[in-house]
């Protein structure tokens, strides 16, 4: 007799053109045939062979107050209230304290080369848009691998005062990479100490098997001492359970969909946690603050449509425009 479907992420890509098949499904064509729907609210148009263009948003609000017939929101204040709390902090890297990007360019200068052929990084077509999907990753794993130094720093400075980390990195390579340098980094501090144990160290990605990772997070979860678990985040930025015990986790990695970008924080939110700062990191001259960009404009339709006050604030702190009278009072009253 009844149906209900439940969406942590409904608008995971920011558009209103993911509600349409769940909302399809439950409702039995509620709001009609997806074309009239993505004419009337993905302000749709017809692209490149006749190919509809779903990716804008268009009468938000009247979409808003059609749906409020059937969905319900659960406000995050309120699923959140009980559980721990999440300080969350972005990190502007300036380029003098950034690395090399060594390999990535490489394969960016390839994956370049390839969009030329194909006419272009404003040419439409499916070989044309993996590979500007592809390009876009490679940006973003370039601007992640100039992060390596400062997030190495952070996360041995955390195992020195006995905390347990997570840092979401983009490549396969740099998982092991970083791993190895933390590990250096933390040898060099203990060299000269005979009370400072070693961290246990994990990394993984998408390449190693799921029961595999599944093992290193339980491990992970269940450890007392310092530590530090090193993966992708496409690895391991949903439905995974175990990274809640976490005082400090960083995303060296930028997420590019509000999707991501909320699954990846809601990692560190869960029952039985701890108090978790989480830490973006912006490298200042490269992809990132094209990426902050998009992303933060990806939320306006989000914030039209639903309450999601989970994301309140979270474009001023990205843009680097917050409000200092305003982080002042919150100090103050945290204090």
């Known amino acids: 007799k009844f149906r209900a479907g439940l969406s942590a992420t409904p608008l995971a890509d920011g558009r209103p053109r993911g509600l349409w098949a769940p909302i399809d499904i439950l409702t039995c064509g509620a709001l009609g045939a997806f074309r009239d729907f993505a004419s009337r609210y993905c302000g749709a148009q017809i692209g490149y062979m006749g190919r509809m263009d779903d990716s804008g948003e268009s009468f938000v609000q009247e979409l808003r107050a059609r749906a409020s017939f059937f969905l319900h929101e659960v406000p995050y204040r309120v699923a959140a209230k009980y559980l721990p709390a999440v300080r969350f902090q972005v990190e502007y890297i300036e380029p003098g304290s950034q690395a090399r990007p060594d390999v990535v360019t490489a394969d960016l200068k390839k994956l370049a080369r390839e969009a030329v052929r194909l006419g272009g990084f404003e040419a439409q077509g499916e070989a044309a848009e993996q590979v500007r999907r592809a390009t876009i990753e490679m940006r973003l794993a370039e601007a992640c691998t100039r992060k390596r130094p400062w997030v190495v720093a952070e996360v041995v400075e955390a195992l020195k005062s006995g905390q347990k980390g997570v840092v979401l990195t983009a490549r396969r390579k740099e998982c092991e990479r970083w791993a190895k340098e933390i590990e250096e980094g933390w040898h060099a501090y203990a060299a000269d100490r005979t009370d400072a144990a070693d961290p246990a160290i994990w990394w993984a990605h998408g390449g190693v098997p799921e029961t595999i990772r599944a093992e290193m997070i339980e491990s992970y979860a269940k450890h007392d001492g310092p530590c530090v678990f090193i993966a992708n985040g496409q690895a391991v930025g949903t439905a995974v359970d175990g990274l809640q015990h976490t005082d400090l986790a960083i995303l060296a990695m930028l997420p590019w969909s509000p999707g991501d970008y909320i699954q990846w924080k809601g990692r560190f939110q ?41 994301i309140k604030g979270d474009k001023d702190s990205l843009l680097g425009i917050e409000d200092e009278e305003k982080l002042v009072k919150a100090a103050l009253e945290s204090l």
Do not use: H, W
Not at 297 to 307: C, M, N, S, Y
């Open 270 to 310: 869960r029952m039985q946690g701890r108090i978790c700062l989480i830490k973006i990191v912006v490298a200042v001259g490269t992809y990132d603050e094209r990426v902050v960009q998009i992303l933060t404009d990806k939320f306006g339709p989000i914030e039209q449509f639903l309450e999601a006050d989970e």
